[in-house]
């Protein structure tokens, strides 16, 4: 039985055993600023060292929906942003002024909804950052190292099956 106590208990899961003892641990909560900075150690060993792309912050602050931070890995024209509030949540590819979200790239390679690690739901906010470097590393060459023509294609498959699909029955 699990249950999440109020916001001071925050990250905290209480389990209740058939003695009806309690036993507490922390899972994987971190403020939105660590789990980036650990986030992007995850993905720098591909983007940054094997594809030359460099890690730089673009926003952090606080609304109504908690704190947030942003932040992309550049290279010349290419951007990949991520955006982060209580776990990885918008992440977008750019070639110049074109642009895709990471599940509508996928979709475009692999012909099929939802057939992405990322996004996948976990308590432990690392593992969208895992799940986002390996489906980088399976599927998105023509980001990493393709012409700005191999990414507009993706953009226009994207478009043409967005566009198929909201003609479904």
Same mark, same amino acid.
């Given at each position: 039985?699990?249950?999440?106590?109020?916001?001071?208990?925050?990250?905290? @899961?209480?389990?209740?055993? *058939?003695?009806?003892?309690?036993?507490? $641990?922390?899972?994987?909560?971190?403020?939105?600023?660590?789990?980036?900075?650990?986030?992007?150690?995850? !993905?720098?060993? #591909?983007? *940054?060292?094997?594809?030359?792309?460099?890690? $730089?912050?673009?926003?952090?602050?606080?609304? +109504?929906?908690?704190?947030?931070?942003?932040?992309?890995?550049?290279?010349?024209?290419?951007?990949?942003? !991520?955006? %982060? $509030?209580?776990?990885?949540? #918008?992440?977008?590819?750019?070639?110049?002024?074109?642009?895709? +979200?990471?599940?509508?790239?996928?979709?475009?390679? %692999?012909?099929?909804?939802?057939? +992405?690690?990322?996004?996948?739901?976990?308590?432990?906010?690392?593992?969208?950052?895992?799940? #986002?470097?390996?489906? @980088?590393?399976?599927?998105?060459?023509?980001? #990493?190292?393709?012409?700005?023509?191999?990414? !507009?294609?993706?953009?226009? $498959?994207?478009?043409?099956?967005?566009?198929?699909?909201?003609? !479904?029955?």
């Amino acid at each position: 039985n699990r249950q999440c106590d109020s916001a001071g208990d925050r990250g905290v @899961i209480h389990h209740r055993g *058939t003695e009806n003892t309690e036993k507490t $641990r922390k899972v994987g909560w971190m403020n939105p600023a660590d789990t980036m900075k650990s986030g992007v150690e995850i !993905l720098e060993p #591909l983007l *940054t060292r094997q594809h030359g792309f460099s890690y $730089r912050p673009i926003g952090q602050g606080h609304s +109504s929906g908690g704190d947030f931070v942003s932040g992309e890995f550049q290279r010349g024209d290419r951007r990949l942003e !991520l955006h %982060l $509030r209580h776990s990885l949540g #918008l992440v977008t590819h750019y070639v110049g002024s074109s642009s895709l +979200s990471h599940e509508d790239y996928i979709w475009s390679v %692999l012909g099929q909804r939802f057939a +992405s690690s990322y996004p996948e739901f976990s308590e432990d906010p690392l593992q969208a950052f895992r799940d #986002l470097k390996s489906d @980088i590393d399976r599927h998105v060459a023509d980001f #990493l190292s393709g012409s700005d023509d191999d990414f !507009l294609q993706h953009v226009h $498959r994207a478009a043409q099956l967005k566009n198929a699909q909201g003609q !479904l029955p």
